[in-house]
């Protein structure tokens, strides 16, 4: 289990890298932690049903990469 995990972990970071590069022409660091806080978010909400904590894990993601495009891009 602890190796799914963090394979997975690592997979994410990758894909968010892979994503950064191939759409917007620039690395930028900040992404893998976009997609990993929801990730995160949605593990951490086990005691509520799975499509709550899918929906209150991807408004978290949503509303961190708007916080993120405010204060880092304009």
Known sequence: ????????????????????????????????????????????RAHIAWPIAALLAVASGGLLALLVERFTYR
């Open 1 to 44: 289990m602890n190796a799914l995990m963090s394979a997975s972990v690592y997979a994410l970071i990758a894909v968010a890298f892979t994503l950064a590069i191939g759409v917007l022409n620039f690395l930028n660091f900040s992404l893998p932690g976009l997609f990993m806080v929801p990730a995160v978010s949605g593990m951490l």
